[in-house]
């Protein structure tokens, strides 16, 4: 037996045995290290808020990579900001996943203005509301069509049916008033954000004034602010031409707005 083990024939079949043992040895965790890396997980960052170029970044530390795949026309967000991701933050995925972005557009869209000359003011501002286009200011000039758009403005400069604006921009329109002015009642705007009054007041063909903010420490609790006082107030027995404008009163401290009807107020707008 012992002259077997230290037989030439023994010694080849053992390094071949010792060979085979380790390749395999070497084979499997060779497997394994790739197996486990291919199925290494780590958690997606939430990337909501951060501009594309830091998510980039964050994304790349993480392993993973990003693809933008689409782009909406948001004017409360900055241009390039993260609003919405596929995987959500917080899920997890394999390295090397692409997250699917979707940003903030870094410039409003254009579009065309529509034909409103001739048109009553309430059509007209419905009209522009479809486009995405606000009023700033109506100006009223005498004119035989009374009530009806004559004209419009932007900068000074006059605009006709197909100009090309971008969504959002404001422009003035020229309102005809008839031989001696139409006194229009004051409308009652107490509770109502500045926008929501800009809105209500043009609809009457009138303007916002002066628009001071009371007990607003920030920027937070102006933009929270609501109408508790204009300048003349609503009344049945007060009137005024069109074209004139409403100082507005604005506060974040709800408990100084007078008690009204909201719904009913809010109503006229739709």
């Avoid at 077997?4 to 070497?26: D, E, M, N, R």
Wanted: hydrophobic share 40%.
């Amino acid at each position: 037996m012992f002259k077997y083990i230290f037989s030439k024939k023994f010694a080849v079949q053992f390094i071949l045995a010792l060979a085979l043992v380790t390749t395999a040895i070497a084979g499997g965790y060779i497997y394994l290290v790739s197996y486990t890396e291919q199925d290494e997980v780590v958690e997606v960052p939430e990337l909501s808020g951060y501009d594309v170029f830091e998510a980039d970044a964050i994304l790349n530390e993480a392993h993973l990579s990003a693809d933008i795949v689409d782009s909406l026309y948001l004017p409360e967000k900055k241009g390039g900001e993260i609003v919405d991701q596929e995987p959500i933050g917080g899920s997890f995925v394999k390295t090397g996943r692409k997250i699917y972005l979707t940003i903030s557009r870094y410039g409003a869209p254009m579009v065309k203005l529509p034909n409103i000359i001739d048109q009553t003011l309430p059509l007209a501002m419905a009209k522009l509301k479809s486009y995405d286009i606000n009023v700033d200011q109506i100006i009223n000039k005498p004119s035989d069509c009374t009530d009806c758009v004559i004209g419009v403005e932007m900068n000074g400069k006059k605009l006709v049916a197909g100009s090309k604006l971008s969504k959002g921009s404001k422009i003035n329109l020229i309102v005809g008033e008839g031989a001696t002015g139409e006194k229009i009642s004051i409308p009652m705007l107490y509770g109502l954000s500045l926008d929501e009054a800009q809105k209500l007041l043009n609809l009457d063909g009138l303007n916002i004034g002066a628009t001071p903010y009371i007990d607003c420490e920030n920027s937070e609790d102006s933009l929270n602010a609501k109408v508790f006082r204009q300048n003349p107030a609503p009344s049945e027995n007060t009137m005024t031409t069109r074209g004139s404008s409403i100082d507005l009163y604005l506060t974040s401290d709800y408990s100084q707005i007078p008690e009204v009807n909201l719904d009913s107020i809010k109503s006229l707008l739709k």
